[in-house]
């Protein structure tokens, strides 16, 4: 079993781990994970590489919650790690965009992180206004074909009316 699969059965199985137990892990890797994008955050351009274990050390984490928080950084990276099949002994870097970053975490309505006060030596509060909103629009699915009335023309193409032919009410 790899480190990601270790982690996402003691953080997310609720068949085989009881809910408190998996809410006593978050309550305990959120803070830890805030604390180590405080430290990141406040030189934002320099990339930070090592080994898993390494890197646990480094931020004082186990390897389980630098895990976690390599899963959650990954598609933030400008070259992302293989966290799929990645063990104590992995290179890894912590190379993130920063635009990407921010956005991500606003998408992840992590607002303890994207509110954090480091983010204001980054970008200005029009800049991150902008990402914000480019954030909420990422995932926002948009239905761009035209609305069908009842009395216009069936798409079916049978030269009925819509209500007479597709539309009918079955």
């Given at each position: 079993?790899?480190?990601l699969?270790e ?11 009881d809910?408190k137990?998996?809410?006593k892990?978050?309550t305990?890797?959120?803070p ?7 430290e990141?955050?406040k030189?934002?351009d320099?990339v ?7 890197l ?12 976690a928080f390599?899963?959650?950084i990954?598609e933030?990276?400008?070259e992302?790690n293989p ?10 870097n ?8 921010y956005?991500?975490m606003v ?8 509110k954090l006060p480091e983010?204001?030596?980054i ?24 609305k ?7 798409p ?6 819509y ?8």
């Open positions: 079993m790899t480190l699969d982690w996402r059965a003691m953080a997310y199985d609720t068949k085989n781990h809910k137990e998996i809410e892990l978050w305990e890797y959120f830890e994970e805030k604390r180590v994008y405080a990141l955050l030189n934002p320099e930070v590489k090592g080994t898993v274990a390494e646990a050390e480094k931020f004082g984490f186990s390897v389980m919650f630098m895990t390599l899963d959650g990954n933030s990276l400008k992302a966290i799929e099949e990645m063990d104590e002994n992995t290179e890894v912590l190379g993130f965009d920063k635009e990407l970053l956005k991500n998408d992840a309505r992590a607002d303890w992180l994207y983010w204001d030596a970008f200005t509060e029009e800049k991150r206004a902008e990402l914000f909103k480019e954030a909420k629009k990422m995932n926002t699915v948009r239905n761009e074909s035209p069908i009335y009842p009395n216009d023309p069936c079916c193409g049978s030269g009925k009316k209500k007479k032919c597709c539309g009918k009410a079955v």
